[in-house]
Structures are given as structure tokens and as C-alpha cells.
């Protein structure tokens, strides 16, 4: 477990920084201890999973035997009210209410809201462009979907830096030093919470003055509705959307540029993963939008998805606590000890993908086991956007893919750290527009 207090927590952080946590961390040590080890990182003694049988005990008995643990910095800065410091029936509830715009109920209304938001942001921030930075073009894209498209609140200019002050400093440690990232993210913490304010009062206001309370269907709404209603607290509501877009955010966009990384890499994938698209336009008029029957044709393309998360998982894993004494595999994880379940433990493992470090979609047509991929995590607190990720991302590909050529200026880009992972020179990319020979084709 390393040295007294501090454990293992330099090697831990210094292998993440680098991006190399499995290959240096978590992979020498299952190799020395097996799949199951312990140390301790940041002052807590941790006991490290992996294995889909591991994952599936682990993330299914949330609340009976573990339950989340996040760094003091990030429940500070997303807010102690939101979903992920919720247990048991507050959680359920409010996963409820979210769900509802989120699951695959909230879709049909979702698909349009997509398509239009994509167009624009190609309209406005690609057209005339030769060069733009995909990952960066995702942020702010992914930004507006989550607060235009799912909220139903307008983005004004200076949010997007605002809330990502804030991103910066959810895993910095938790110290108010004028200066730090914790302490700039506090800051941008406050200016957030005004402006949230501001707009829920807003939404609140409308919406006792009028009789149709839920009538636009966005997910402020519901929230809102659910203060009228005395079952949410406006701290609840804050907190929440402060928390959805940190959710969305980072991981969503690096989804987005690994899948078009191992595009560029795959030339064939790529024929392939066209093909699928160029169906999909083949009977519709140039401007038509796609719709949610479209993105289930878009079988490969989630295949090419799945698979880029796969090898470059957006997150590496997530910390647990136990809170009972746990008997797992011969072994007792004693109450109050941390566990944390890993991405790369099953992704990279031959036991559960053949080769599994070659880029193979095709993979995704047999049945993969239960647990062995987890980018979106599973159990009670399996990701709440899985649906919103995967029409944000087929939504994106299939719009750049039919009215782009692009390809990558830097083919070897490293990702880098902070603290999730990133293109490190924000993947630029050359464009040019292709040609709209079917603008005049109608349906
Ligand atoms: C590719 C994109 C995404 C990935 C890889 C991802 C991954 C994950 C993972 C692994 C978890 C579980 C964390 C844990 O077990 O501690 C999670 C939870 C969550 N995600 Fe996502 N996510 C993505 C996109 C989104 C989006 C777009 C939203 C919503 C706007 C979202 C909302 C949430 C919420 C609310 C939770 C907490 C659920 C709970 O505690 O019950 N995620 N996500």
C-alpha cells in the first residue's frame, strides 16, 4: 500500500497525468496481485477492480454495499444536492425526472433538436473555415445541445468559459489558495449559481402564469415544475444542471474526436461507415432533417462509436465507498475503504475481446458480456445521457461526414490529462465542403 498516509498517490496521479494509468498503474499490479489489489491513494486505503464480474457486483449493489465517493472538490463545485451525491429513493426520484427528457421516451423530441443545433453550429462555425479544431468545435457544441436542446435554456456569450473555470477544478484538490484552480472554479462556481438563479426564478415566474405548466417539454421545466410542486428544492435544481453539463461535456467530446480519429486512421471502416450515411441521404431533400428511424440504419457508425470508447474510454472508472463490511472473491473490503471499478480492466482484456487493442467495430455484431463494456459505467447509476451521447454523437458524424471532407493535420496526436482525457493540440482538422450536387434532389 505504499508509503504511510500518502500510499501510492504520486505514482497513481503521475501515471494518470501521463495518461498511462493502466499500463503503468493498474496493469503491473494485476499482473503482480491479480485482478483484485489494494493501496492507498490520497490518504484512503483503495481497493482496485477489475473483471466484469467485478464490475457487476460492484456497480450493481450501489446503495446495498457501496456507494459513490467523489473527491471534496467536485462536490463542492457541482453542488452537494446533485444526482450523484443522492442515494437510494432521493436518487431514484430524481433520476426519474431527468429520465424522463433523457430516456429513450424524450427522443422524438430530441432528434429534431439535434439535427437543427448540429446544422447550425456547421452553418456558423465550419462554412468558410479551412481549419477548425474538431475538439474544441464538439465542446461547444455538445455545451448548446445539453443547455439549448435539453434544458431549454439559451446559451448567452461568456457561459461556456464560465462553466468550463469550473470543470477545470473538480478534481484539483480542495484548497482555497487565492490563484488555484480550485479557488478560480469556486469563483466561476458563484457567477454560475447567480445566473442559474436568475433563469430559474425566470422559468418559475413563467410558468405559474400560465395553466400549461409543462407545455415546452425541456427539462428545466420539469425540474421547475417539480419546485411548484414542493418535491424539488431550487438548490436541487441548480445543482443538477451545474452537474448534467459536467457530465456531458468533456466525455461527449472526446467521444467524438476518438471516433473520428480511428475514422482516419481506418480508411476502410470509413468507406464503410460513408456508405451507411449515404444511404440515409439518398431519398431525402437537402435540407431534410434526420430522424430517430435514420439513426437506427446508423448501425455501424454506433458500431465505430462503441468501439473508439472502447479503446479510449472518456472515462477511466469511478470511485466507490463501502459502507458495510464486503466479502468479495475470498476477500473482506472493510467498511469505509474505497473501491474503484475500471474502464480498462475489461476493455483491454483478451478474455473478454479478441486482440483486444486492434480497432475492430465488427466486433459489436456478437454479444459482448454482460459488464466487460462499461464506458458509461452500469448498475443504478449507469450513465443518465447514454441516449443523449449517442444521438449527439451519430447526429455530428452524419452531418460532417455528408457535407465534409476533412482530414486530421496532426495523425499522431497525443491525448493528454485534465483531469479527463484530450487531444492535446485540440485535434485540428482541414475541411473542405462537398459538393451539394443533391441541394435540388427532392424526396
Ligand atoms: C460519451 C459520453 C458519456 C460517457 C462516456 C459517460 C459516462 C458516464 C459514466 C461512466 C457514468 C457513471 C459514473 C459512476 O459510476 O460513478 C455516468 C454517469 C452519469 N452521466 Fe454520463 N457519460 C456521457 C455522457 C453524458 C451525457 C450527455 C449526460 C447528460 C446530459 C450524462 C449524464 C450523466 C449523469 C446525470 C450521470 C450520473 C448518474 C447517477 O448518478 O445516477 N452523461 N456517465
Request: include cysteine; aromatic fraction near 12%; charge should be positive.
Amino acid at each position: 500500500m505504499g508509503l504511510p498516509f500518502i500510499g501510492e498517490t504520486m505514482e497513481f496521479f503521475n501515471a494518470h497525468r501521463r495518461n498511462q494509468l493502466f499500463e503503468v498503474f493498474v496493469h503491473p499490479r494485476i499482473l503482480k496481485h491479480g485482478n483484485i489489489f489494494k493501496t492507498r491513494i490520497m490518504g484512503s486505503p483503495t481497493v482496485v477492480v477489475n473483471g466484469a464480474e467485478a464490475n457487476k457486483f460492484l456497480l450493481s449493489n450501489e446503495f446495498k454495499l457501496v456507494k459513490s465517493s467523489w473527491p471534496s472538490s467536485s462536490v463542492q463545485l457541482m453542488g452537494s444536492d446533485s444526482i450523484m451525491e443522492k442515494d437510494g429513493e432521493r436518487h431514484r426520484f430524481l433520476r426519474g425526472v431527468i429520465g424522463t427528457s433523457l430516456g429513450y421516451a424524450g427522443l422524438e423530441l430530441l432528434v429534431p433538436k439535434l439535427c437543427n443545433s448540429v446544422k447550425l453550429h456547421l452553418a456558423t462555425k465550419w462554412k468558410g473555415q479551412e481549419e477548425i479544431s474538431l475538439y474544441r468545435s464538439t465542446k461547444v457544441l455538445s455545451f448548446s445541445i445539453v443547455f439549448e436542446c435539453l434544458l431549454g435554456i439559451k446559451v448567452e456569450p461568456g457561459m461556456l468559459d464560465i462553466f468550463e473555470k469550473v470543470l477545470e477544478g473538480v478534481f484539483s484538490p480542495a484548497v482555497m489558495l487565492p490563484g488555484s484552480k480550485f479557488w478560480r472554479a469556486k469563483k466561476a462556481r458563484v457567477e454560475i449559481e447567480k445566473m442559474l438563479v436568475k433563469v430559474v426564478k425566470e422559468k418559475r415566474r413563467e410558468m405559474e402564469g400560465s395553466l400549461q405548466r409543462e407545455q415546452d417539454g425541456m427539462l428545466l421545466s420539469k425540474l421547475v415544475y417539480g419546485m411548484i410542486q414542493g418535491e424539488i428544492s431550487e438548490k436541487e435544481v441548480i445543482d443538477n444542471v451545474v452537474l448534467l453539463v459536467f457530465a456531458a461535456h468533456d466525455t461527449t467530446s472526446f467521444a467524438v474526436a476518438m471516433t473520428f480519429k480511428m475514422l482516419a486512421q481506418h480508411p476502410d471502416c470509413y468507406g464503410k461507415l460513408l456508405q451507411e450515411h449515404v444511404a440515409i441521404i439518398s431519398n431525402k431533400r437537402w435540407d431534410e432533417n434526420v430522424t430517430l428511424e435514420d439513426i437506427k440504419k446508423m448501425k455501424y457508425t454506433w458500431q465505430v462509436a462503441r468501439e473508439s470508447m472502447r479503446l479510449f474510454p472518456p472515462i477511466f472508472g469511478s470511485f466507490r465507498k463501502a459502507i458495510t463490511d464486503i466479502e468479495y472473491e475470498g476477500f473482506i473490503i472493510p467498511r469505509g475503504w474505497k473501491v474503484l471499478w475500471t474502464t480498462y480492466g475489461t476493455h483491454y482484456n483478451e478474455d473478454y475481446f479478441k486482440d483486444p487493442m486492434s480497432f475492430n467495430p465488427g466486433r459489436f455484431e456478437e454479444g459482448i458480456p454482460q459488464y466487460a463494456f462499461v464506458p458509461f459505467g452500469g448498475g443504478p447509476r449507469v450513465c443518465a445521457g447514454y441516449q443523449l451521447a449517442k444521438l449527439n454523437i451519430l447526429i455530428f458524424v452524419h452531418y460532417v461526414v455528408t457535407q465534409y471532407e476533412w482530414f486530421l493535420l496532426h495523425p499522431d496526436e497525443p491525448i493528454a490529462m485534465d483531469p479527463l482525457p484530450f487531444p492535446s493540440l485540440g485535434m485540428p482538422i482541414r475541411i473542405s465542403p462537398k459538393s451539394t450536387s443533391n441541394e435540388t434532389t427532392t424526396k
